[in-house]
Structure formats: C-alpha cells, structure tokens
C-alpha cells in the first residue's frame, strides 16, 4: 500500500510526518510513504537520503508576508495543485495525510479533484490557516490536545497526540545507563530554538555565561544554533571557557535528549511532545508570532500542571536566563517534579493510532 504525506516547512510540522511514516512503513511489507513538500523547507535537507521519498512542488507560505508575497502566494497555488496532480497521478497513493505548512494545502485539495482519501493532523492546539481550510476538504482529522477538537467535525475527529519520530521513542527505551555513564555527573543544558535555531535564544544563552560562571565546571552543553550563530555563539563558549557543543543542527536529537538535564527551548508542538516522551525538564520560551498564539498557550499548559518553567520572549535576557538555570540547578527536586509531570502528558503510540485509523478510513 502506498500513502503521500503533505506539508512541512518546520520540524514542527515535518517530524511528525516521520513518525506516521515510520510506523506506516512498519504495518505492512511492501508499504512505501512519499512526501510532498517544497524546495524551501527543512524537508529538503532532512530527507535527503533517508529511506522516504520526497517530491516538491510551488506552493509559497502566505503568513507573514508583504502584500506582494501573499499575492505572490496566491499565484502559486493553481501551479502547486497542478503539481501535486500530477505527483499522484503518477504515485497513486491509497490515502493523502496532510500534516501541516503550505505544501500540506495544494496537495489535499489534488487529492480531492481526484478523489482520493483525505485525512490532516493538527499538531497545535489551534490550527493553522492551512489546516482551518481543509476541514472542509478532508474525510478524517487527528489532533493533539483535546482543545483543538472544537475546530474540526466532531464526529470525524480524534484526539491521537503528536506523533514522535522512531529514535527518540528508542532512545527512552534503550541505552540509559550508556548515557549516565557518558554524562560523568555533569549538569548537562540542552539549548535549541527549533530545527532552524533562534537567535534571541542564542543570545540569551550567550548573555548568561558570566552569571554561569561560578557552575561553569560541572556545565555540559549542547546547543544548536541555527546556521546564521553557529560561529559566533562557538567563540563565546570558547572565550568564556565552557565546555560546550555547538551545532547548526543536530541530526541525532534522541542522544541530546538524554543526555540532558534541563532543556532550554521554544514551545512548538513536536518539541513539547518530544520533551514529554523523554521527561525532560525544561525552560520554554514561547516563540512570540507563532500564529494565534500556540507557543504561548502549549508552554502556560505545561506551567500550570508544574511540568516547566516558562520565560516569555519579551523578558528574555543574559540575566534572566541564567536566574532561572541556576535556581534549577540548585534544586534537583524541582527538575525531578517537572520531569514526572510532563511525562504525564506522554502518547507514545500516537503514529500507530493515527496509521490504524487511516487504515480504517480506505477500509470504509
């Protein structure tokens, strides 16, 4: 059997997407996935490569952008479609699962002039612009909180979670006492700002380490950059004599999951979901013009249950950063709460559960 999968743009939209894959490859033998996405997401780099196959059409993002780039946007949408019809033409998928960004939209709605069977996951407790469009071209929707069932039919919705890739769910499973014996009773900072970095969290980081200072010795850190920092943020650690790893990107984030101790991130959906399969202590900086609010919203939910510290992006600095790493480090207890609390919110089967019903949904 084959399926497509639709969307990316983000890690946030696009690792999810893996996972389903993964466990759709996984079902049957003789399964095969194909991504649709577009020359400028993160999909590109990422699958080049892996065992998935990735096809790529026109589709331009419209948030954000100046009025000529959301004309720009709309333009490209009847070339986009024409694209996606011809990629399932030619793959003829038993089912197309969008999941998400502007290449998830053209490629649903090819789907539908050809009358295959349509399903969307919704990663974020409120939907995208893309998605809030395909409720009413898509035969089922899975979504990751309860609160977001609200915007799709309630009959033909259901609360799946997020899914997580297939390495990070091994490395919870596997390998521990390799990693404890790696950490070497170092306190161990994981920073990152998404699968493309952030720079105000660079420079936070970057700002905390004279306060870091007096802890510098037990400190490990990995952080990634993003492209545009890595160079920079690397010569501060080095001038300021940290012991740290710095990355554009790590491909290996299962290890640098468990390696760590205390997360310092953004709070988009797969990261949540991936801090919550590992139980990680975390400090989330919601990323402040994420659409109608949803890093915000994932990061108070975590806060209220006490499974996170939250730091909002107006307020961040050198100063209050490193204020909260060391209140943390400080206190063990506190790190062990939160990582019990936010294991509590952990849906490990959540691919499995969204393949079954898609199985269900060409089966009807």
Known sequence: MRCVIAGGGTGGHLFPGIAIA???????????????????????????????????????????????????????IPRAILEALSILRDFRPAFVLGVGGYASGPALLAATLLGMKRAVHEQNM???????????????????????KQYFPERRTSVTGNPVRKEILASVETGKEAIRRKKEGRFTLLVFGGSTGAHRINEAMTGALD???????????????????????????????????????????ATCYQLSDLVICRSGASTITELAVCG???????YP????????????????????????????????????ILE??????????????????????AAQEIVDQCYALIRH
């Open 22 to 76: 993964e466990a759709f490859s996984e079902r049957e033998r003789g399964n095969e996935v194909l991504f649709i996405g577009t020359e400028r997401g993160i999909e590109v780099r990422v699958l080049t490569g892996e065992k998935f196959l990735l096809r790529t059409i026109s589709a331009k993002p419209f948030k954000g952008k100046p009025l000529l780039g959301k004309a720009e946007a709309v333009w490209s």
């Open 126 to 148: 409120v939907p995208g612009m893309t998605n809030r469009l395909l409720r009413w071209f898509s035969h089922r929707f899975f979504v990751s909180f309860d609160e977001t």
């Open 211 to 253: 306060q870091l200072r007096r802890i510098r010795y037990v400190l490990k850190i990995y952080h990634q950059t993003g492209r545009g920092d890595v160079e920079s943020v690397s010569k501060h650690y080095q001038e300021k004599g940290f012991d740290a790893v710095v990355s554009p990107f790590f491909k290996d984030m």
């Open 280 to 286: 990680k202590a975390a400090i989330l900086i919601p």
């Open 289 to 324: 013009h994420a659409a109608h609010q949803h890093q915000y919203l994932n990061a108070k939910k975590l806060v209220d249950m006490g499974a996170a510290r939250m730091i909002r992006d107006e307020a961040l600095d050198g100063l209050s950063l490193a204020k909260t």
């Open 328 to 349: 943390i480090q400080s206190h063990p207890e506190e790190i062990d709460k939160m990582a019990r609390a936010i294991k509590g919110v952990a849906r490990p089967r």
